[in-house]
């Protein structure tokens, strides 16, 4: 295919940024105009309807912009305007030129925008950068496959290599990804979930026994509160807002906690709705509680005291008395620790007024079916863990768990995040999971943990790390602390990476690199059994198919399935124990080890191919069974750290814009909130602004302030006076990301915490 005349690329200028007032409402008649008419300007008009109406349906293929789960009964248009830019970027007819290797160097390209070189279009055959050159250059796939190999073998340890998974792989290949890590004798297996949900992961593995959602998607029309935290869903889950206006029509009542004011929780105007289009809308958040950053554990523990004294008052008649007794452990020291909080501590970390949290209190008592859903404002805080299991306290104490319109709802971000752990790409899995392995596969795997992401930065810079592999993503761009992160690749010896698109990461690169290109989501895989489904799991454990539906754009393009199998055969040859050449042929054969190895699978090939696909066993959802230590659900007593900031100081998150899909950026717009032509924007409470003296739209440089005493700064951008909690500040991710100091993580999970950094404003005088 063609390759398109050059992109300009955008220079992105504080100075520039125009802002207006924040909407009050998400995805109305925009929403849809938005959706379409770029897929249908890059795209044309035939490719462009393919997907756009097979995506998410049951014989087509799984959106990539999220993991929200799919209604029993789908609509035609079956996705979010994000989900169509998602579309499109992959899908345009767009490819990377072959000169264009020669006629760009590295270090050339690292002066462009990750826009641009994104803009590219797809990577369409592997290049390699040999040692001291700064060029990529076209190499064959059986050359890459065994210069792989050969750096592999060469290592003195296989801990020498690190295995990077993004959360969009598919569950076939991650399932074999990892067979190949661990085959070779790591557990160096770290993924974006380390800086997403592990939070959740740890916080509900302790508690429920089990990691993963505890509602089906029609919780959702059943529940009479719904509790959205940290979350927004308007831009990150646009499909979500669907489901809520679906629930308020049922009844429920919604709150939302947030340190920022966020169109799509306020208001929701349905494009497949008479009322979507040309009235108001439905109001969505009942209640708003603009809270101060981290404060959600403060705010939940306040809630759940509330809850104990109604009880007091009135007892047996507040708490689920049947659940705790038969379900929970923990009650009574809770109960204690609780009566022990002190409340003008509650109402300084969480910046809100009592009268404003007796409000949510009294929603809670009175409602018999809650559900609390949640993102990255709760996971990715110091204390994310805590904060989760006091989100867990609140529940448990009325039964919130495992009855209909009830339960505990983290909301995942990529679209096969979830499917990726339950495959075993993890660098802690249990046990049972690798003894389950030895024994299918006749091999041992090793057993002591690997790198989870932030350790794995640590690795490389330290040179630990001779060979570092990753399954999709832009690890460099997405972590934090990213100048410290840029050390780290620069020291690798052979950087692999398979994706779609040019980005950041496959310029941040030691003295070898490969880059090998994949098909994406949308495009057939044809390969010697016929077309190829993949599987992926959503946000409620949903297990289903997913299909390509257009012709891929290059016939040099392999499947992410076919590169594992590559790169294992060129290391083993084809006479081990395991059958790689097999799992090429027919993805079937993968799914029987898998039906084998993972717990829920039975009869996989089957009930794949069934229409609705499959739900995966779980046992607080299904039948209040815990799968934890003392087969009960925890109530837990958490010391909670209230988060200090020193005067003249604000409390930073990162998030993300509208225009956005994690490090890849469509553009330089933030619609909802008002913001156009730049992303380097700082959004501050007007009080603050005026107390640091400080003018709504100065330019002014970010210091981050942290123990190790390291000046961390990112220069010039544009304060913008925004409604936030007082204290709190906002800026975009991965803007912000150099900010976040490597070693600021969640206890427990280790997720970089970037919503909680403390900075300072500097005026740009310049
Ligand atoms: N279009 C689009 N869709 C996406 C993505 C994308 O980049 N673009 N990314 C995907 C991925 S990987 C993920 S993980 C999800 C992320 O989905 P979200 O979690 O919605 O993403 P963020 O933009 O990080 O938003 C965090 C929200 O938490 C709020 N917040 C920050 N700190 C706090 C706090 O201390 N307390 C409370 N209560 N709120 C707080 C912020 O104001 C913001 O509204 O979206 C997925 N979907
Ligand atoms: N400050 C701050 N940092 C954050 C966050 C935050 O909220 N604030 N959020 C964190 C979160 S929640 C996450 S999940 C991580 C995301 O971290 P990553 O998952 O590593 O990052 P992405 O930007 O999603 O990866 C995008 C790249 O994936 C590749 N890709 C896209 N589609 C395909 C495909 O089909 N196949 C292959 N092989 N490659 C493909 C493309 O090359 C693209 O450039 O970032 C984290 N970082
Ligand atoms: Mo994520």
Known sequence: MAAKAPIQDISDDARDAEVGPPKEWAAGVPGVLHSMVPGIREMGVRRALTLLTDMNQKDGFDCMSCAWADPDHRKTFEFCENGAKAVTWEAAPVTIPTAFWAQNSISSLLTKSEYWLGMQGRLVEPVY??????????????????????????????????????GRTANETAFIYQLMARTLGTNNLPDCS????????????????????????????????????????????????????EAKDNGAKIVAVNTLHEA????????????????????LADQYLLIRSGGDGWLMKAVSKKVLEAEDAAPG???????????????????????????????????LSQAEIDELADRYLNSERVIITWAMGLTQHRDAVKILKEVMNLLLLRGNIGKPGAGASPIRGH?????????????????????????????????????????????????????????????????????????????????????TKLNRNHLTVGDEAIILPVLGRT?????????QSLSVEDSVCAIHA??????????????????????????????????WAGFEKDYDRIREHIEHVVPGFDDFNARLREEHGFILPHGPRDSRTFPTATGKAMVTVNELEYLECPPGRLLLQSMRAHDQFNTTIYGLDDRYRGIRKSRRVIFVNPDDLRELGIADGQ??????????????????????????????????????????????????SNTPASKGVVVRLEPVTR
């Open 317 to 351: 008649t507040v708490l689920d008395h049947a659940f705790l007794d038969e379900h929970c452990q923990g009650l009574e020291e809770f109960r204690e620790h609780v009566r022990t909080l002190d409340e003008d501590r509650v109402l300084q970390a969480t910046g």
């Open 129 to 166: 950068k040999p040692q001291g050159e700064d060029n990529y250059r076209p190499i064959s796939w059986d050359e890459a496959f065994t210069l792989i190999a050969d750096r592999l073998k060469a290592m003195d340890s296989p801990d020498e290599a690190t295995f990077y998974t993004s």
């Open 415 to 499: 679209s096969n995040v979830q499917g990726d752990r339950t495959m075993g790409i993890w660098e802690q899995m249990p046990e049972s999971f690798l003894a389950a392995l030895d024994r299918e596969f006749g091999i041992t795997v090793p057993r002591e943990h690997g790198y989870d992401v932030v350790k794995s930065v640590q690795a490389m810079r330290e040179g630990r790390t001779r060979v570092w592999m990753a399954m999709g993503g832009n690890m460099v761009a997405a972590v934090s602390d990213t100048h410290a992160a840029e050390e780290g690749f620069r020291n690798v010896g052979l950087n692999v990476q398979v994706s």
């Open 546 to 579: 997913t299909r390509g539906k257009v012709e891929p754009i290059s016939d040099q393009l392999k499947s992410e399935v076919s590169v594992v199998v590559g790169i294992a055969r060129a290391l083993w040859g084809d006479d081990g124990p395991i059958d």
């Open 194 to 245: 380390n800086m997403c949900h592990e939070s959740t992961g740890t916080a509900l593995g302790e508690v429920i026994g089990i990691g993963k959602s505890t509602i089906s998607y029609d919780d959702f029309g059943k529940a009479d509160l719904i509790i959205v935290m940290g979350q927004n869903p308007g831009t990150n889950h646009p499909r979500m807002l669907t489901a809520l206006e």
């Open 264 to 283: 799509g929780l306020t208001r929701y105007k349905n494009p497949q709705r008479v009322r979507g289009i040309i009235g108001r809308g439905t109001g």
């Open 523 to 531: 495009e057939i895989d044809r390969q010697e059994a016929g077309e």
């Open 699 to 748: 330019i002014v440089d970010v210091h981050s302030e942290y123990e190790d005493g390291v000046d961390r700064v990112v220069h010039e951008f544009k304060a913008v006076s925004y409604p936030t909690s007082r204290g709190c500040a906002a800026t975009y991710f991965p803007e912000g990301n150099p900010l976040v100091p490597l070693g600021l993580t969640a206890f427990g």
